[in-house]
């Protein structure tokens, strides 16, 4: 496993291969692979899909993550440090560092809107334009195009997200929320005691505060993500059931089965079965 960090806060690089260029690697910053041309497939934290151009990747800080390349592609990798996120006086998005590690768990496209999907394009073409052209104030004008990317990003993550956590949300409650996303496959440190112990507070506390913040309580929460993440692999992966299970932390494909099952009113079987039927 080869770790490699960065020099700069942001750094651009323009790859094109038909070769793995970022094989069995783990960084120690935030990268967004922009797919320029080309076709293969990406395997991130044992999770692999198939990518194409158009799609953005998101790669997180200690992601594990190879690419498998089957038609020469071109790459776009937009490097930044996650001291560069948490330094930048974003407006609005008071949490975002959060919100971008929870495409960690997503380990594929992270793009969900159309609109969305073509100012990407449109960014990473002026991007790939200043690369070549220079000039005088191109680094200011490149960190701003960045900016728009990594909002951009964060605003189609949030798509997935359970949809409770606002914005403004407390920032206690926010590094709840990240404690809960980091160790949503480890069902020990998601029980209302682990939390508790984990911040210093009581478990009657944890739960009212929880549900005045978020409008649910803790485990709705953390049934909620679960659900949403098990939908994505369903969609956008072809793993078997029992190893979801054991992704997840399940005994087995018949407790997740069950599990899936009471809150979406379908196996996971009729479900993705019911995703190939109606692909959109």
């Known amino acids: ?51 194409r151009d158009g799609n953005l990747l ?36 008071h949490h975002l560092e959060c919100l971008l590690f929870y495409a960690t768990h997503l380990s594929g496209c992270v793009m969900r809107c159309k609109d ?10 002026s991007l790939l334009f200043g690369m070549k052209l220079g000039g005088v104030y191109q680094q200011d004008l490149d960190m701003n195009l960045v900016n728009a990317l990594i909002v951009i990003a964060a605003r189609n993550i949030s798509k997935i997200r359970p949809e409770n956590v606002r ?47 978020c409008g649910e309580t803790v485990q ?11 939908e994505w692999r369903l969609k956008y992966s072809d793993l078997r059931i029992n190893e979801l299970a054991d992704e997840f932390g399940f005994a087995d494909g018949s407790h997740l089965n069950k599990f899936f099952k009471k809150q979406k009113g379908m196996s996971l079987t009729g479900y993705r079965q019911a995703i190939l039927a109606n692909p959109h």
């Open 1 to 51: 496993m080869v770790k490699q960090n960065m020099h700069q806060q942001v750094e651009l690089e323009y790859l094109k291969t038909d070769h793995c260029p970022l094989g069995d690697k783990q960084y120690s910053f935030f990268e967004m692979v922009y797919l320029i041309s080309g076709k293969g497939t990406v395997c991130i934290n044992g999770n692999r899909m198939a990518y």
């Open 58 to 93: 998101l790669i997180t800080p200690n992601d594990r993550h190879t690419f498998e390349i089957s038609e020469v592609t071109e790459f776009l990798l937009i490097r930044f440090s996650d001291s560069y996120i948490r330094s930048y006086p974003w407006k609005s998005i």
């Open 116 to 125: 969305d999907s073509r100012l990407v394009e449109m960014i990473v073409e």
């Open 167 to 213: 914005t403004n949300t407390d920032k206690r409650i926010l590094q709840i929320i990240n404690h809960i996303e980091r160790h949503i496959f480890r069902p020990d440190q998601l029980t209302a005691a682990a939390i508790s112990q984990a911040f210093g507070i009581s478990q009657a506390y944890l739960g009212v505060y929880f549900k005045k913040a």
């Open 220 to 230: 709705q929460f953390i049934t909620s993500y679960r659900i949403r993440l098990i």
